[in-house]
């Protein structure tokens, strides 16, 4: 299994940033993705998730109305797109998968699999 992430950056607050996680060695179709993220000093905390097909996405409080996750099951590739970006978006941003196929992802779930070094977000002025 491979999650390789990308897209992270230094953004102004207000600003937009586009992460994208390219997958391989496993059925990406049929797992539920997720984002996650740890800012310093802090622990992994849940962002986004979307199911196998994309009809079901759920976020957490604090990004809702400014994140959006999508992903293109073609090309094995998730994506977040950060709009509105706020200091405290700060973090290192990781995708995830469920462990199984068909799983459910949800805000709390704890078996989630982060197999990247995630990328860096940065949200200053």
């Known amino acids: 299994v491979q999650l390789v992430e990308s897209g992270g950056g230094l953004a102004q607050p207000g600003g937009s940033l586009r992460l994208s996680c390219a997958a391989s060695?496993?059925?990406?179709?049929?797992?539920?993705m997720a984002w996650l993220r740890q800012a310093p000093g802090k622990e992994r905390e849940f962002v986004a998730t979307i199911s196998w097909i994309g009809g079901h996405t759920e976020y957490a409080s604090a990004v809702e109305g400014r994140f959006t996750i999508s992903r293109d099951n073609a090309k094995k590739i998730l994506y977040l797109r950060m709009n509105n970006l706020e200091p405290g978006d700060t973090a290192r941003y990781y995708c995830a998968k469920a462990p199984g196929i068909w799983d459910e992802i949800h805000q709390g779930s704890q078996n989630l699999e982060v197999w990247g070094q995630g990328t860096l977000v940065t949200v200053s002025s």
């Open positions: 060695g496993f059925d990406f179709s049929r797992h539920s």
